[in-house]
T-cell receptor
Framework: GESVGLHLPTLSVQEGDNSIINCAYS??????FIWYKQESGKGPQFIID?????DKRQGQRVTVLLNKTVKHLSLQIAATQPGDSAVYFC??????????????FGQGTELSVKP | DAGVIQSPRHEVTEMGQEVTLRCKPI?????LFWYRQTMMRGLELLIY????????DSGMPEDRFSAKMPNASFSTLKIQPSEPRDSAVYFC?????????FGPGTRLLVL
């Protein structure tokens, strides 16, 4: 079946280092991908998104890379800060015909930033 | 904008009782989603609406769960009767198209 999975369930980095969180997806027809950040006790918060016609998109301290050949998505966080500690989810939209339709979420990766 | 609003934020109830969770989506968003999150199963989509009409309810666990959206600014998720295995955090999210914006969630504990 279709699924979105994360390679690393936990990631620990030193403050100031760069972080890379990976995600594999299985639906080659997915046309839209999103990264969410979820802090303890809060709902998932949108970080950045990318459409399938792009391979890279940059935000403030974050970059998302999309490799459609191997169906791989990554989130890079530059100069990781303690406030970045959270669980990060990737999500894909498999039905391009329904632009507002459901997303399939990965299991999440917990990022821990050591001061 | 205040974002997606959910109430109550916490709910503790006894098995067999009816539970009603409420959601106010972001104004102008056509889509509304209900999710359940547990450690074991992660984030699960229960049901979603487009323009107040249920589009996909295949994630609703069983007949004990029901959801309504009587108008564009309000939705409810009802569990009747509740069971201990329903204990989870329930999120509502809304979307104009594509990106979904989540509420703070309702933490439900069924004893």
């Amino acid at each position: 079946g279709e699924s979105v999975g994360l390679h690393l369930p936990t990631l620990s980095v030193q403050e100031g280092d760069n972080s890379i969180i990976n995600c594999a997806y299985s639906n080659s027809a997915s046309d839209y991908f999103i990264w969410y950040k979820q802090e303890s006790g809060k709902g998932p918060q949108f970080i950045i998104d990318i459409r399938s016609n792009m391979d890279k998109r940059q935000g403030q301290r974050v970059t998302v890379l999309l490799n459609k050949t191997v169906k791989h998505l990554s989130l890079q966080i530059a100069a990781t800060q303690p406030g970045d500690s959270a669980v990060y989810f990737c999500a894909e939209r498999g039905n391009s015909w329904d632009q507002g339709g459901k997303l399939i979420f990965g299991q999440g990766t917990e990022l821990s930033v050591k001061p | 904008d205040a974002g997606v609003i959910q109430s109550p934020r916490h709910e503790v109830t006894e098995m067999g009782q009816e539970v009603t969770l409420r959601c106010k989506p972001i104004s102008g968003h056509d889509y509304l989603f209900w999710y359940r999150q547990t450690m074991m199963r992660g984030l699960e989509l229960l049901i979603y609406f487009n323009n107040n009409v249920p589009i996909d309810d295949s994630g609703m666990p069983e007949d004990r769960f029901s959801a309504k959206m009587p108008n564009a600014s309000f939705s409810t998720l009802k569990i009747q009767p509740s069971e201990p295995r329903d204990s989870a955090v329930y999120f509502c999210a809304s979307s104009p198209r594509g990106t979904q914006y989540f509420g703070p969630g309702t933490r439900l504990l069924v004893l």
